[in-house]
Each structure stands twice: as structure tokens, then as C-alpha cells.
């Protein structure tokens, strides 16, 4: 039992800001055997947090709280992608950890999608690693076998909505100043083949294709009416809401429903694995080009002059 909690405990320590995974072996912890032990057998949650992302695992109940935490607005910039995707490994591969809770520690936030500072000015190896990031954020987080929930607390357009679009279910508050979508064109740009693969998933052909063609983000109400979200609360019960869904998919044999999730989801997984070097090479041309590049600066600007 207390070597069990040592090897998990060790596959959760915090991780340096930005790097790999700790390679913490058991021998290298040798000589706090006894006090690590004793406080985890007396504390049944754990926590760890990097720069930009913080975890919160309920030993009790198997589920995790991951919060996004880069303010002004939690842009996925490649380190908060890199952080996502090693934090959620760990959580996949810790056998105490059967559903996490996706939310965001930045108040009104929930996230502003992709950093575009991310993908303007930069060179193509810098684009070509951008991609690979969020490709591999997407990968880990929309084939995760444990349940995962979007407890939506703030406003998430076009990545923001991806990562909530790749969890197993959606819950938003109640505000109308929140807007949901994948606005896309709005920047001038085009999404993606597997953001419009997940999209139309999710809400059904004719409509991911007005949404998309349009890049339309919606208010908590018209996202419910859609289908985009399952389901919208009140501000202050987001988290509660979260929980309780998350008890009751956790009701259900883990072996069925991971079976059952990954059917689903397998074709359009591989999809991207197949031609995920393709899809890099796409994007890192796609994205140098000159009027693209243009439209990117200019809608960074509008923001600018928006928030002055
Ligand atoms: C054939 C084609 C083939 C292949 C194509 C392949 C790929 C192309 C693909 C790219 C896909 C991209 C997906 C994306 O996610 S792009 C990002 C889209 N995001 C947005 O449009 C959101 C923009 N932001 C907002 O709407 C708002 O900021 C807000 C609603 C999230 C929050 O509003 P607030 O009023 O609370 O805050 P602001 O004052 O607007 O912002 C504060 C601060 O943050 C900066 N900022 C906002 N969003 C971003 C962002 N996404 N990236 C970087 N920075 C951002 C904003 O400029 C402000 O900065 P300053 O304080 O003024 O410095």
C-alpha cells in the first residue's frame, strides 16, 4: 500500500516550469519514504502546479480539478500547451485519477484559444513546434480515457472552444457576456481539419457549417440550443454542477465506458495521427503567408485598441 502511494505519488511531483517530466525514481526518494508515506495516508487530496496549470486530485472520489492559469486571458502559448499535455499524461497513467474537471482559475476567462503572438512573426521551425503542441494537446486530451469535463467559467472562443469541445461533456454559466465558438474566420483564418471534424461531431453537419463559415460565437443560451454546451447554470454552480455530472458518469464500469468513448472517437483520432505531419507542414505554410500574417496582426491590434 505505501509503496503503491509512493509510485503515485512520484508520478504526480511537480514538474520543473516548461520542462519533461521528472525523471523521479523510486531509489532517488529513498530517504523520505516515511514521512511522504505517512502524509499522504493522512491527506486524501494532492495537489501540483507548474506555471501555467494547476491540479487538484480528490483521492476520495478519483477526480481531478485541472484550472488554466495564465492570465489576462489564458492563451494557449506553447509552454501552457506543453504543461497540458504532461500534466494530463500523468494524470492518465495514475490509477487513482478517473476523471478530471477542465476549468479556469482566470475570473470571466475560460480561455482566448491560441496565443496569436504564437503564430505571428516567428520562423517556420517556430510555427512547425507551435503546431505539434497543440496538435498533441488536442491528441492527449480528446483520446483521454478517463471522463472529462469542461466546467466552462468564461468567455472561450476558437481553441478555448476546441479544448471544451474535446472533453465528454459541457457545462457553462450563465452569463451573457460569455461567448463559445469557433471563430476562426473571423481572424481571417481557416480552422482546421480536426477542429471542423470535432465541431461537427458535436452539434451535426448543417449547423458546424454555418458556424464555421460564419465563425460564430454564441452566448451560453444559443450554445445550449445548438448543442455546443449540455448544459448552462448559474455563475456559482459551475463547479458543483461539474462534480455531480462527474459522480454520475464515474457510476459507470470504467472498461465499458473507455471501450465505448474510445469507438467513438478512434476515427477521428487517427485521422490526425495519419496526416499529422502533413497537417504541420499545412499549417506552417498556411501561416507564414504574407496576407495571413497580415490579418493576424491586424485583428491583434483591433484587440489591442478594444481593451485600451
Ligand atoms: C487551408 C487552411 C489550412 C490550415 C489552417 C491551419 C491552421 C490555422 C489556424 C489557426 C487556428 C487558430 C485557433 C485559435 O485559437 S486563434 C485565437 C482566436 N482567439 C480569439 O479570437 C480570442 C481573442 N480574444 C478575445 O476575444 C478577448 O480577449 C476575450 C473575449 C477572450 C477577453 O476579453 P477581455 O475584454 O476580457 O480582454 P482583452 O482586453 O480583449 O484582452 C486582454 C489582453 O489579452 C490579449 N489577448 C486576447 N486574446 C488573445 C489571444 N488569443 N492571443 C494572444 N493575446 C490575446 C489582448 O490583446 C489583450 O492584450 P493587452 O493587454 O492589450 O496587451
Known amino acids: 500500500m505505501i509503496a503503491t502511494l509512493l509510485i503515485q505519488h512520484e508520478k504526480l511531483e511537480q514538474l520543473p516550469s516548461g520542462g519533461t517530466l521528472s525523471p523521479y525514481g523510486v531509489h532517488q526518494k529513498h530517504g523520505q519514504i516515511t514521512s511522504q508515506a505517512l502524509q499522504l495516508l493522512s491527506s486524501q487530496r494532492r495537489q501540483f502546479s507548474n506555471t501555467y496549470i494547476s491540479v487538484k486530485l480528490d483521492e476520495t472520489s478519483g477526480v481531478a480539478v485541472m484550472k488554466l492559469k495564465r492570465p489576462p486571458v489564458n492563451s494557449l502559448n506553447m509552454e501552457l500547451l506543453t504543461e497540458f499535455a504532461i500534466n494530463l499524461e500523468k494524470l492518465e497513467i495514475d490509477r487513482g485519477c478517473r476523471g478530471v474537471i477542465l476549468t479556469s482559475a482566470v475570473p470571466r476567462i475560460f480561455s ?3 496565443d496569436i503572438t504564437e503564430m ?12 505539434r503542441a497543440v496538435q498533441e494537446m488536442w491528441l492527449k486530451l480528446y483520446g483521454s480515457s478517463m471522463v472529462t469535463i469542461a466546467a466552462i467559467n468564461g468567455s472561450s472562443p476558437a481553441g478555448g472552444c476546441l479544448m471544451a469541445l474535446s472533453c465528454d461533456y459541457r457545462i457553462i454559466a450563465n452569463n451573457k457576456k460569455y461567448t463559445i465558438g469557433l471563430n476562426e474566420t473571423q481572424l ?3 480552422a482546421p481539419f480536426w477542429f471542423k471534424d470535432i465541431i461537427t461531431e458535436v452539434i451535426g453537419h448543417r449547423a458546424a457549417e454555418r458556424s464555421l463559415q ?4 454564441y452566448s451560453p443560451t444559443d450554445a445550449l440550443k445548438i448543442g455546443l454546451v449540455d448544459e448552462v447554470v448559474a455563475e456559482d454552480k459551475v463547479q458543483s454542477t461539474a462534480s455531480a455530472v462527474m459522480a454520475q458518469w464515474l457510476t459507470l464500469p470504467d472498461h465499458a465506458r473507455q471501450i465505448t468513448k474510445s469507438m467513438m472517437r478512434k476515427p477521428s483520432l487517427d485521422r490526425l495521427v495519419t496526416h499529422r505531419e502533413a497537417d504541420i507542414t499545412n499549417f506552417v505554410s498556411y501561416i507564414t503567408r504574407d496576407s495571413i500574417q497580415k490579418s493576424l496582426q491586424m485583428y491583434m491590434e483591433m484587440l489591442k485598441k478594444k481593451g485600451r
Do not use: Q, R, S
Not at 505571428?120 to 503546431?131: L, M, P, Q, R
Not at 460564419?214 to 460565437?217: D, E, I, P, S
Open 112 to 114: 482566448a484559444g491560441l
Open 214 to 217: 460564419l465563425g460564430m460565437l
Open 120 to 131: 505571428c512573426g516567428k520562423n517556420a521551425d517556430h510555427y512547425g513546434e507551435f503546431w
Open 188 to 190: 481571417g483564418i481557416v
